[in-house]
DNA sequence: GTGTCTGCAAAACCTTTGCATGATC
DNA sequence: GATCATGCAAAGGTTTTGCAGACAC
């Protein structure tokens, strides 16, 4: 099997024709909340990052829009957009949470390059039933999982093979050595 | 095939016979570092505890215990434990890394139940077999991995069948509603 | 004795929150 | 007009760091 078959390319990333903005804007309504302009243009901001990226990240690429918005509306609206299942969050160990928009997205696993901090995808069916097996035999209610391997990437390796050394201990979970 | 057939009951903890010390002061002395008091006494306690702590945790421990350390000193020694493959670190989200003792262990996957913070190890040799297939395909250097599978343990379940759906959402990923 | 370690307090870091002002329904 | 959202600055929690004194080799 190659790698192509269950890699995920992001870059095919679905057209999702702007649908999330139907859904969140029920999902505000539903609560009682209020479809403003900064959660507008956040959540379309958001859908047009079609990589992982950071609250800090967002914000800069807000500001070199030249549209403000406060760290904490940043914050704030992220929260929201996980709540109403638009967005996922993983914690690769670098200090801050990486953001990336689930309409339309099956679920996905992720390969976390230590050194050029790439992320990438894939998803492989019999790691999902196996996992469903497990939490199906020790009565275990599975609301969500996440698997991360952490390495080297090709690039990299290829670029320097001391590389695999260097990250080969636990070193690298010191926030220092980050 | 049942439950009890991949689940890790670290109870039956493999007595290290006090191993553990000569890898951590033959590590120590291989790079010029001390084998000091503080790190005597940390390293014994944290082979003492056979569930994952945190920092804090391991800290009351020890003051329990009339035995001071510093904060600082815990969590530089936890690093050098890292380092020296010793101890592994985990992120459940709570804000706090968990640690375990890994000496003598195999690798393992965890279960988190969201609800009682209760943390279960599995291990499971055709999800570690597709991992390195994966990985393989792609060309990636696998350094470590992490699968976590999150939800409602099978006694919370029992006592509350409402949790599930508190705990569906993204919700439960606000720092402020942990 | 030299170089490393410890403890303390202060800082760093990401994220959350209180409050007054401003927008939405 | 009532309620919710925003921005700012301050606070929150965990983890790291600077520095002076203490310890290990």
């Not at 507008?40 to 030249?66: I, N, P, S, W």
């Not at 993983?90 to 050029?116: M, P, S």
């Not at 901090?117 to 009565?139: C, N, S, Y």
């Not at 275990?140 to 999982?145: C, D, G, N, V």
């Amino acid at each position: 099997m190659s790698g192509e078959d269950y890699l995920i390319d992001k870059a095919q990333d679905a057209d999702t024709g702007g649908a999330e903005e139907a859904v969140f804007e029920s999902f505000l309504k539903d609560r009682g909340l209020k479809y403003t302009k900064a959660r507008k243009t956040l959540l379309r901001k958001v859908f047009l990052m079609h990589d992982h990226f950071t609250a800090e990240q967002l914000l800069d690429r807000l500001k070199d829009d030249g549209i403000a918005a406060s760290k904490a509306t940043v914050y704030r609206t992220l929260s929201v957009l996980l709540e109403c299942s638009l967005l996922d969050a993983h914690d690769f160990g670098e200090g801050a949470l990486y953001y990336e928009h689930t309409f339309g997205h099956q679920h996905h696993d992720h390969l976390f390059c230590l050194h050029c901090k790439r992320i990438m995808e894939f998803r492989d069916d019999e790691i999902e039933e196996h996992q469903e097996r497990v939490t199906a035999d020790l009565g275990f209610e599975m609301l969500s999982h996440s698997l991360k391997i952490y390495g080297i990437c090709k690039d990299c390796g290829a670029k320097d093979s001391a590389l695999t050394e260097r990250y080969a201990t636990g070193a690298y979970l010191r926030r220092s050595e980050r």
